[in-house]
């Protein structure tokens, strides 16, 4: 009979663990509640997002979320430009388009549109509702320019991507914050190929085995501080590769080894998408003809 208030008891302890603990769990979340109010309160109409520490977007992200008007379409690009500065441009970019059937005359919310499709799809050809927003801006606005001729490029236009790089180069003052992004006019393709970055990509034994058959690994060089790629190569998971971005990988159609420095990522991804689930990232620093190898774990 000794065991039968033995299981009570037992019984009783797990209940005040089990409520212990989900008090602690609802503390540490009413806590973190608390904390991010005031600044979720704020971004949802100013946007203060820039504030927010990288590793504290995604939950940061999911909670401004939950607490938007989502007949806004202000507080809906505030939501997208939140997860766009998380590297979740595909979310983003939905985001982005049902903000723009609420306000379809704002040109600057289908210019954040427009440049975060083509974040989400660096390895597609551009999209013609993307290219009819940013022709349609082009003549006022360099950034809608440059992004146009980009586009171009991507989609292997590089015949109306080249005047308008030539326009650019005429139109901004060096001093221009986006005159770096406009690719050199005198890259021939031996120089491209000999002067291209070369990146041997390890990815650990563990992590390869584990991958589905949709991972995909993706190399890409950036301007430093940039989110904007001037490169990507997208290719299957290896256990080594070695690789060249070159004037093919190109959005702008131009040799990376004329850039000073220029920040290399390696980006293994779950799904296959550039900005999804991604398992390993790494990424460095180094110049635009450089050699360097990248350990994803």
């Known amino acids: ?23 602690a769990n609802s503390r540490r979340w009413h806590d973190l509640t608390r904390e ?40 809906l690009a505030t939501l997208a430009r939140c997860y766009n500065r998380d590297n979740q441009y595909p979310i983003a970019a939905d985001i982005y388009a049902r903000a723009r059937k609420l306000a379809p005359n704002d040109a600057a919310l289908a210019l954040d549109y427009a440049q975060t499709s083509l974040f989400a799809h660096p390895d597609r050809p551009m999209p013609p509702d993307i290219e009819t927003i940013l022709r349609a801006q082009s003549g006022q606005n360099p950034l809608a320019k440059i992004l146009l001729a980009a586009g171009y490029t991507q989609s ?6 080249a005047p308008l790089w030539g326009e650019l180069r005429r139109e901004l003052a060096p001093e221009h914050p986006l005159y770096r992004l406009i690719p050199a006019d005198n890259d021939t393709p031996s120089a491209n190929t000999a002067n291209a970055p070369t990146i ?38 290896a256990l080594t590769q070695t690789l060249q971005l070159t004037d093919r990988d190109s959005m702008t159609g131009e040799s990376l080894g004329s850039r000073p420095q220029l920040t290399y990522r ?31 774990p």
């Open 156 to 161: 292997g236009k590089k015949n109306l991507a």
């Open 200 to 237: 041997t990509v390890h990815i650990h034994p563990d992590t390869l085995a584990s991958l589905p058959p949709t991972a995909r690994l993706y190399v890409s060089a950036s301007l430093p501080g940039e989110r904007m790629p001037l490169a990507v190569r997208a290719t299957a998971p």
């Open 36 to 75: 991010l109010a005031p600044v979720l309160l704020r971004s949802q109409y100013l946007g203060e997002i820039a504030q927010i520490p990288a590793e504290s977007l995604t939950i940061y992200c999911q909670a401004l979320q939950q607490r938007i008007d989502r007949s806004d379409p202000q507080q």
């Open 266 to 296: 390696a980006i293994l991804s779950a799904d296959g998408n550039v900005s999804g689930q991604r398992l390993a990232e790494k990424e460095h620093t180094a110049s635009g003809n450089a050699t360097l190898t990248l350990e994803l």
């Open 1 to 23: 009979r000794w065991h039968i208030p033995a299981m009570l008891l037992a019984s009783a302890c797990a209940l005040l663990l089990w409520q212990l603990a989900d008090h």
